[in-house]
């Protein structure tokens, strides 16, 4: 069934959310390096990292405080990114709409896709590549990136894809390390403290 734009709201700009959203996006990808690195730092320079911490080391210590915060802080960030893109998402299917485009997609539609499971991993690829056809005009736009590089958007949505899948691998691992060990992984911060 396609929606008309007849009940269409109108076009009203999206640009100060893209931009925030990019900002959003370049942030998170920011902290994610740097979480990496802190991961890296814990595992690989300090090999016997849990022997340490449980014997009170205050670096290794420190150094796995470094590491919890900024996986607090990376997912605070991934929230706030996550909630700007479907903003503005929102926005832009709205906006497809008022253009005058027929579109199959409701502003509403395009949010809630992103939770519903089976669905969230095919559908959005769908609603974004719907919003990119329905606002640019029939005649192909000179210099337009994506029509030129048609494998753009399919690549990008395999990534988002495969980095979920990996994200997903990596925090059932973390969690299940943690939950085998959570003094080891927490207890370090009294007996660090204490033991000087």
């Given amino acids: ?6 009940a269409a709201k109108p076009f009203k700009s999206g640009r100060a959310t893209a931009i925030f959203a990019t900002v959003c996006v370049l942030i ?6 740097l ?11 300090v090999p016997d990292w849990e022997t340490r911490m449980a014997d009170g080391d205050l670096a290794v210590g420190l150094i796995a405080f470094a590491v919890f915060a900024g ?20 926005g832009a299917v709205r906006n497809v709409r008022a253009l005058g485009s027929q579109t199959w997609v409701t502003p509403r539609m395009a949010v809630l896709c992103w939770f519903v499971p089976i669905l969230h991993l095919f559908r959005p690829y769908q609603v974004v590549k ?5 606002s640019q005009p029939e005649a192909a736009v000179r210099g337009d990136f994506i029509a ?6 399919p690549l990008w949505w395999a990534a988002w894809v495969v980095a979920g899948c990996l994200g997903n691998v990596s925090l059932r691992y973390s ?22």
């Fill in 1 to 6: 069934m396609i929606a008309t734009a007849a």
């Fill in 148 to 153: 030129r590089y048609r494998y753009v958007l």
């Fill in 130 to 134: 719907s919003v990119y056809r329905g």
């Fill in 71 to 90: 996986a607090l802080l990376a997912t605070i960030v991934w929230v706030v990114t996550a909630a700007a893109f479907l903003v503005w998402l929102h």
């Fill in 28 to 33: 998170s990808q920011l902290v994610n390096a």
């Fill in 35 to 45: 979480l990496v690195l802190s991961e890296g730092i814990s595992l690989y320079v």
């Fill in 175 to 196: 969690w299940s390390t943690m939950l085998r060990s959570p003094r080891r992984r927490f207890g370090w911060t009294w007996s660090a403290f204490q033991s000087r």
